[in-house]
């Protein structure tokens, strides 16, 4: 029984869920109430979609991108109230989550990628700061390589560039994900409550299956190659590899002796006693990390 939960929680745990299989970590889990930050909301037609989308707050543009199966009501509504005192953040939902309709085509993050780049084109934003956690931080790299001109700055929150990004005992887990696995669970009360056609999330389960067993490879040049400076977040026990976390900071242009040479202009940062879920959760520490590097102040954070 024991081997079981555990298998279960790392299973949900690399679809990139905030799925709280551990008994004490679900009981910690709610669903932040509607942000009152709330400008606008819409559908913006992209790509063959029509994909929702939301404006809170005023300022300089932010977008959000969550994690698999997410919404912005799951992933992003306790931190939006943060965000949104110095900035206009732009919450959007991608292909077949929430409430953007799926269609006939494959996931995948460059149509992911494309995807978000037509609706900042359609909201008239020449460019932004892109936040994406999970499944949205990887489709912020591939934004950022596809789409360099549209990017401002990064943050990425426990997310990889490549498939094996994620440490081993997860990546062996993927081929064991089944559909049922996540009837019972918030993911599909979410789905049920907000999504345009109920009867398709068995489908919508099924092909993000299929997505997380492709293997993926952004490059590391391609990384490398991105201009905007990035901030790297991860928990210590998130289920990112130490070495891939490390060796794209330093394709950031990080790892470097900072007193003799001066700071970079990305930023990593490990908070400890973490986990891919429980990251999420902490919102006034993420805050206190993610709006200085943004607005390029002194961070204040305490990690205690």
Partial sequence: MKNSIIKKYWIVLITGCLLLADPVCFAQFKVAPKPNTLKSSGYAPVNGLKMYYEIHGQGKPLVLLHGSYMTIDLNYNAIIPALAKSHQVIALEMQGHGRTADIN??????????????????????????LGYSLGGTVALQLAIRHPKVVNKLVIISSVYKHEGWIKAARDLFSTMKPEFLDATPLKTE?????????????????????????????IENIKAIKSPALLISGDNDGVDFYHLTEMYQAFGGGI??????????QLAILPAMTHVTLMMQTDKLA??????????PSKVSIH
């Fill in 105 to 130: 085509r494959p996931f995948g993050y460059a149509a992911f990628a494309d995807d978000v780049a037509g609706l900042l084109k359609h909201l008239k934003i020449d460019s932004a700061d892109i």
């Fill in 257 to 266: 002796f900072g007193d003799m040479t001066g700071l970079p202009r990305s």
């Fill in 191 to 219: 789905y049920d409550r907000v999504a345009p056609d109920k009867a398709h999330w068995r489908t919508f389960v099924e092909k993000n299956i299929v997505f997380d067993n492709q293997s993926f490879d952004l490059g």
């Fill in 288 to 297: 206190a990390i993610i709006i200085p590097f943004l607005d390029g102040t």
